[in-house]
């Protein structure tokens, strides 16, 4: 398994177009977690999901957010109407039962710029 | 709310001294975890911690669990320029139930060659 893989890697958009993401987690793992990093900050929890079921959404998570995870295997992160502050490194993760204390699996990120 | 403060914010080191970094919260962790992340890089688990007092090594990098739970504490001895990153703790928000990862400030590491 070559680990979590995010595309793209980076995005480029004009403000108010819409943006999707792609995450594929380790395959065994159930669990999968999105969070968004903003310059000179630590990652900072948006959504996750168990299976294909997303139980728990921080309040970061606006109305122009969503994410799925139909299947239960990859999952996308879709931002509509883009605003300059959604600019951030958009990161995905995934863990088996137990990532809590256990530590997540995180992909390389996707980087985005809304001009 | 919750807050990770991580100390210092950045350290410019040379090739071969010791690191030492720390990281405190307003509220009691009842695990920690130490992640490094390099430029344009997701973070990479390094060291896990789940008991007060707890000392815990992984090659050159050794951490702590506070025995107070609101504190952690990573070293890293004889820094090679592969060290360079940011270093973050993170462990799970203290209401049970939640299902998501907190983390802290950062300490970025320059090591100078």
């Known amino acids: 398994d070559t680990g979590v893989s995010q595309n793209p890697r980076h995005k480029i958009t004009k403000r108010g177009q819409n943006v999707t993401f792609r995450c594929d987690p380790i395959?065994?793992?159930?669990?999968l977690y999105w969070y968004r990093q903003t310059l000179g900050q630590g990652p900072e929890f948006l959504t996750y999901f168990q299976n294909e079921a997303q139980l728990e959404k921080s309040r970061l998570l606006s109305d122009r957010f969503s994410a799925e995870r139909p299947k239960g295997s990859f999952s996308t992160l879709e931002i509509q109407r883009t605003e300059q502050g959604d600019s951030a490194m958009y990161l995905c993760a995934s863990s088996s039962r137990g990532g809590l204390v256990r530590g997540y699996t995180f992909g390389s990120g996707t980087r985005l710029t809304v001009v | 709310g919750q807050q990770l403060n991580q100390s210092p914010q950045s350290m410019f080191i040379q090739e071969g001294e010791d690191v030492s970094m720390n990281c405190t919260s307003s509220?009691?962790?009842?695990?920690w975890l130490w992640y490094k992340q390099d430029p344009g890089e997701g973070p990479v688990l390094l060291i896990a911690l789940y008991k007060a007092g707890e000392l815990t090594s992984n090659g050159r990098l050794t951490a702590q669990f506070g025995i107070t739970r609101k504190d952690s504490f990573l070293n890293i001895s004889a820094s090679i320029p592969s060290d360079v990153g940011i270093y973050f703790c993170a462990g799970p928000p203290g209401q049970t139930g939640a299902n998501n990862l907190f983390f802290g400030t950062g300490t970025r590491l320059t090591v100078i060659p």
């Open positions: 509220s009691i962790f009842n695990t």
């Open positions: 395959s065994e793992h159930n669990r």
